[in-house]
């Protein structure tokens, strides 16, 4: 039974940081792209950053290039996300899933979202 989990998010001030985390079971993690997506109250659902399955190379989107950091570890199955200098803008919903490295876009017809885990970012 394939099943991530986000966990990590919370309310922080703008300038901020967190780190958020997914843990991955029930399939071969380090087989897979893994990447981060996003999805904030009204808007649709955009890629926010996809490592390789080796973790030495990964992309982001304009919009937090610079400011976050991605990574992995495929001994534990886990993903990380490390957020810096978060703005009110960056508050969403995260969800971890594979991604189409090396894009930000979901690997096609990958079905397995977890519950995501909530950021908001205040002025």
């Known amino acids: 039974q394939v099943q991530v989990m986000e966990s990590g998010g919370g309310l922080v001030q703008a300038g901020g940081s967190l780190r958020l985390s997914c843990t991955a079971s029930g399939f071969y993690f380090y087989n897979y792209a893994m990447g981060w997506f996003r999805q904030a109250a009204g808007k649709e659902r955009e890629g926010v950053s996809c490592?390789?399955?080796?973790?030495?190379?990964?992309v982001y989107a304009d919009s937090v290039k610079g400011r976050f950091t991605i990574s992995r570890d495929n001994a534990k199955n886990t993903l990380y996300l490390q957020m810096n200098s978060l703005k009110p803008e960056d508050t969403a919903m995260y969800y971890c899933a594979a991604c189409q490295f090396p894009t930000v876009q979901a690997r096609g017809a990958w079905a397995y979202w977890g519950q995501g885990t909530k950021v908001t970012v205040s002025l």
């Open positions: 490592i390789d399955w080796s973790g030495t190379d990964s």
